[in-house]
């Protein structure tokens, strides 16, 4: 059975940081491109980082310059590295695993995404 495990999130103040962890269980990542999605209350999910399975990385607008993606497939683990946060970062955080054919692409759109992770609440106060 395949589970993708979110940890990390967590309350934080403006400007501070917060790094999130996602445990894959079942599936071997580096097989997948992995993706970080984001979604606010009453809003639609969004992607908000990836990477490739030859590790190229691709940031959102929203986060570029402020969150970083990585993996580490000997571990089984992608992360997500996020500063200088902001209160329209508070969300909840979802890790995600593309079976893309190419080992080159990242899929921003969530209906490319297999599996899901329960998600991990991120809260930014002002």
């Known amino acids: 059975q395949v589970q993708l495990v979110e940890s990390g999130g967590g309350l934080v103040q403006a400007g501070g940081s917060l790094g999130l962890s996602c445990a894959a269980l079942?599936?071997?990542?580096?097989?997948?491109?992995m993706g970080w999605f984001r979604q606010a209350p009453g809003e639609e999910r969004k992607f908000v980082a990836g990477?490739?399975?030859?590790?190229?990385?691709h940031v959102g607008d929203l986060v570029k310059g402020r969150f970083t993606i990585s993996r580490d497939n000997t571990e089984n683990m992608v992360y997500l590295q996020m500063n200088s946060l902001n209160p329209e970062d508070t969300a909840i955080y979802f890790c995600?695993?593309?079976?893309?054919?190419?080992?080159?692409?990242?899929?921003?759109?969530?209906?490319?995404?297999?599996?899901w992770g329960q998600g991990t609440q991120v809260t930014v106060s002002a």
């Open positions: 079942g599936l071997t990542i580096s097989d997948y491109a």
């Open positions: 995600a695993a593309d079976r893309v054919r190419s080992s080159y692409y990242i899929n921003t759109d969530v209906s490319a995404y297999e599996y």
């Open positions: 990477i490739t399975r030859r590790d190229t990385s």
